[in-house]
């Protein structure tokens, strides 16, 4: 690769991408274009011309060299230089070596070609040396040493065979002698240097191959010259002349390919000795005793000292290089010895237990954490089968992953099973098998094994906690939900239906404010053992909070099959659960919604089940409904309602209306009634029935009824204060059951009379009956909280709810308001006055005023006058009006004395 790199990316077509493609493929170029120049040298006849050519070789490699340093830029240049330099030197030489024969001189060129020639090698070897220091660390000792042996191994061979014959040549001048000797010495030199490069590192780069095989080629071509010139037979052409034209090419097309870069690199890893150069260091390290022996057997003694010292120095290179083996191989098993403790200190100090399992799965080895897992002895593990430990249900997939991690190798695999603990228990594992089959040092299929019993145990907890209901078990919402949304998808593609219950117990509130919510949770519990009895196993039970429950009917035709459970459980339900010392009674209304379709969403189907639910409330509670579109649209209805309510409470368009209520012997205007109306924008004066359910349901009952009370304290103040009416006029205004559920309902009284300045006895409070019932012990406490400021309690709408006159004793009250129901049949049935009576004369007895409502005619009114009731209110007299039209009439009634009768007011 080019030691040049760019997070930039070079656009194909592009002047860049078309550089980066030459520069990537010139070496190619180079060394086809030497090939062709070497065929057609070889075909040219001899002359000038073919000399020529033989100098462009030389050329040709300096201008390769100087434009692969420009192409790659190498972060060390200076020995690409030197490189440059030596070819030049060469390149020089074959001119001056050519240019006597050429031009025809008379004088040769003598040893100026060679005195070139030599002083390249050392330029070449100096370049070299560069690459050998730039490699850093990797220029180790040993490297040094390897090469050393073999090159002096080479050198034995080149003195016996090419340097001493020139020596001890007579015929030779001193000059001749010393060319013949120096080429291979410097040939030697070079191989040096390139072996030391070479033997630092096995991850040779191609550039340095190409390096390496130029220098064979040049040492080649020397020591044939050498040899044939000693012969005197060397000719100019030769097919020695192949061996310089190779060198010169290998040597540019090393510097022009993208690696040239890389050669002078630090190694990733040092050497490892294969046997192969093994065997060359053994066998450069015998060559001088061999050439001794050679040399005795044929009687030949020459050169003895000079071989002499040469193996012993052989022998004193092999020691250093076998003590740095060998200090080495110390070393090696000292880290090794201490990554080994290392292992075993880490091993024992880890949670996990490792173990090693062969092939067929028996156990190589255990590290001591066993104990603490599974209560067991390591040795007592060793040599015991993987499949003893695994519980038999987890085995098959065990031995399935076991098999697939060992047919890979290096392959990793998860795995969760259960072990067997030594107290026989069974605890959860996560085992990390990893097959180290290939690795010599572990030979084993690793095992990690951790103990994730605790972990899964709270798992298990948590996952309880997000989808059931702490108090009954029961699944909770979310899970119900999600049950639901499965149950529409797979019935999607069957077409069947599926049905929700929305079950909300009746009065429930009353057991926890009568009874406290300890008592109330207990019989949330209880009504959940009964719903799962009354279920189906495939059916799913939820409890969605307070008193709701819901169920999913994931199998029947429906609704037939809902309505049948919502039955069974009306029944399994009306027995009295005993929770303590009570036997408490329970109902429950019920609401259905059926769905089919995944474009149902499982909020939608609880959404209509809960619409179905309330109207069976509406309708009468103890019952169930199933939901029909227009249940949804009433609910939207409702929701825009409240929305208004809450505009209309803002813009204050609530207006408080008054209706007299009169004493009948005198027609005298006593009190009257505070009553709400709302005069909307858009539709007019709105009467109270059509809004206050809303009210009530959306809670906004309590702001509106706080406003009445002191939009009415302070009206009847101003009435008191101006004279229109006596002193002891009073206003009645009612209380909804929210207020009186609401903690700060005491407060809004009396600051409704200390802000207006009215007396408490000028104020009753109405309540109904079935208020008062709801929550008994409650309301009467707040009831009786109130009364202490002195203000009175009138019980309104009597004889609807629970007609029971023997416990009005027991509340605090001060007024009855005879229900319109009974005055409407005073007259026409002749009971009806008996009734009429037996109401005005019991609450006399019991020292209580009582209200006519519904008055509508004279007759009505001569009949009650008759039978003693204390005041009449209605439509003879007047409709409800606003203060405006109420304060008018009072100055009416003053002035005449009287109250007639007078026109209703709509």
């Not at 990390?432 to 907890?461: C, G, H, K, W, Y």
């Not at 006596?726 to 309902?745: E, T």
């Amino acid at each position: 690769m080019s030691c040049v790199s760019s997070s930039r990316t070079i656009a194909p077509g592009t002047a860049a991408h078309r550089g980066a493609g030459f520069a990537a493929s010139a070496w190619r170029l180079y060394l086809a274009t030497v090939s062709v120049a070497a065929i057609a040298y070889y075909v040219m006849p001899d002359g000038p011309a073919k000399r020529i050519v033989y100098w462009g070789f030389g050329c040709a490699s300096v201008a390769a060299i100087a434009l692969g340093v420009w192409l790659h830029r190498p972060p060390l240049r200076e020995p690409w230089r030197l490189f440059a330099l030596g070819m030049t030197l060469f390149a020089l030489a074959d001119v001056v070596y050519d240019l006597p024969t050429l031009f025809g001189w008379g004088f040769g060129a003598g040893h100026a070609p060679d005195v070139l020639y030599l002083a390249a090698y050392p330029i070449l070897a100096a370049g070299t040396v560069g690459l050998v220091r730039a490699r850093g660390r990797a220029a180790r000792t040993a490297s040094a040493i390897d090469a050393t042996i073999i090159a002096l191994g080479v050198g034995v061979l080149a003195w016996v065979f090419l340097m001493a014959p020139f020596v001890r040549d007579k015929s030779l001048t001193l000059a001749d002698q010393i060319i013949g000797v120096a080429y291979p010495a410097l040939d030697l030199l070079l191989l040096a240097v390139v072996l030391r490069l070479a033997v630092s590192r096995w991850d040779w780069s191609f550039a340095f191959g190409l390096l390496a095989a130029s220098v064979g080629a040049l040492m080649v071509a020397d020591v044939a010259y050498i040899v044939l010139i000693e012969k005197g037979t060397y000719a100019s052409g030769s097919l020695i002349d192949l061996g310089w034209i190779v060198s010169y090419g290998l040597w540019g097309a090393a510097a022009l390919h993208p690696s040239m870069a890389a050669v002078a690199a630090s190694p990733a890893t040092e050497l490892q000795r294969g046997r192969g150069s093994t065997i060359a260091l053994a066998a450069a390290a015998l060559t001088a005793p061999a050439t001794l022996i050679v040399q005795d057997l044929r009687g030949v003694h020459r050169d003895v000292a000079l071989l002499a010292v040469t193996s012993v120095l052989m022998f004193l290179l092999v020691l250093a290089r076998m003590r740095i083996v060998t200090t080495a191989l110390s070393e090696s098993r000292r880290l090794r010895a201490g990554q080994d403790h290392m292992f075993k200190s880490l091993i024992s100090q880890s949670s996990d237990v490792v173990m090693l399992a062969s092939v067929d799965r028996e156990m190589k080895y255990v590290s001591e954490g066993v104990r603490a897992m599974f209560g067991i002895d390591a040795g007592k593990v060793v040599g015991a089968s993987f499949d003893e430990m695994i519980h038999p249900d987890d085995l098959p997939l065990a031995l399935q992953v076991f098999d697939g991690v060992v047919a890979a190798p290096g392959q990793c695999a998860t795995i969760e099973s259960r072990v067997k603990h030594a107290d026989g228990r069974w605890r959860n594992v996560e085992a990390i098998l990893t097959n180290r089959l290939d690795d010599p040092d572990v030979a084993a299929v690793v095992m990690s094994v951790r103990d994730v019993t605790e972990r899964r145990a709270l798992e298990a907890q948590v996952h309880r906690h997000f989808f059931y209901d702490d108090l009954t078990g029961l699944a909770n919402r979310a899970l119900f939900l999600d049950r639901v949304h499965h149950a529409l998808q797979r019935h999607d593609r069957d077409a069947r239906e599926i049905a929700v219950l929305f079950l909300d117990l009746d009065d429930f509130k009353a057991v926890n404010d009568s009874l406290g919510h300890n008592v109330g949770d207990r019989l949330l519990v209880a009504v959940a053992r009964r719903l799962e009895f009354a279920t189906r196993p495939g059916d799913t039970l939820a409890h969605l909070g307070g008193d709701e429950f819901a169920l999913l009917l994931d199998a029947g035709d429906m609704p037939e099959t809902a309505e049948r459970v919502a039955s069974r459980i009306a029944e399994e339900l009306s027995a009295p659960f005993r929770i303590g010392a009570d036997d408490l009674s329970v109902c429950a209304s019920v609401g259905i919604a059926v769905g089919h379709t995944a474009d149902e969403s499982a909020d939608d189907l609880l959404r209509n089940a809960d619409l179905a639910m309330f109207m069976a409330k509406h309708n009468g509670k103890r019952r169930f409904e199933i939901y029909e579109p227009a249940m949804l649209h009433e609910a939207v209805n409702r929701l825009r309602l409240a929305s208004a309510l809450r505009r209309g409470l803002e813009h204050g368009e609530f207006e408080v209306f008054y209706q007299p209520i009169i004493e009948p012997p005198t027609r005298r205007i006593v009190g009257v009634e505070a009553l709400l109306r709302w005069r909307h924008p858009d539709r007019g004066l709105i009467c109270p029935i059509e809004f206050i359910p809303a009210a009530e349901a959306s809670g906004l009952i309590v702001a509106l009824g706080r406003r009445v009370l002191l939009e009415a304290c302070r009206q009847t103040q101003s009435w008191r204060s101006s004279g229109l009416v006596a002193d002891d006029f009073y206003v009645s205004v009612n209380l909804s059951a929210r207020q009186l559920d609401d903690p700060a309902v005491v407060g809004d009284v009396i600051g409704a009379l200390a802000d207006s300045g009215l007396t408490a006895g000028a104020l009753v409070l109405e309540v109904t009956e079935s208020v008062v019932m709801q929550d008994r012990e409650r309301t009467i406490e707040t009831l009786e909280t109130l009364k202490e400021s002195g203000l009175r309690i009138a019980i309104d709408d009597f004889g609807t709810g629970y007609s029971s006159l023997s416990y009005l004793a027991t509340l605090p009250v001060d007024l009855v308001k005879i229900d319109k129901s009974f005055i409407d049949h005073l007259v026409e049935r002749p009971d009806g006055q008996a009734v009429v009576q037996s109401i005005i004369d019991m609450t006399h007895t019991l020292g209580l005023a009582t209200v006519a409502e519904g008055v509508e005619t004279e007759e009505q009114c001569a009949v009650l006058e008759q039978l003693g009731s204390d005041g009449v209110q209605g439509y003879l007299f007047s409709a409800p009006v606003d203060r405006v039209t109420m304060s008018a009439d009072l100055l009416t009634h003053r002035l005449a004395g009287r109250w007639g009768p007078v026109a209703a007011i709509s």
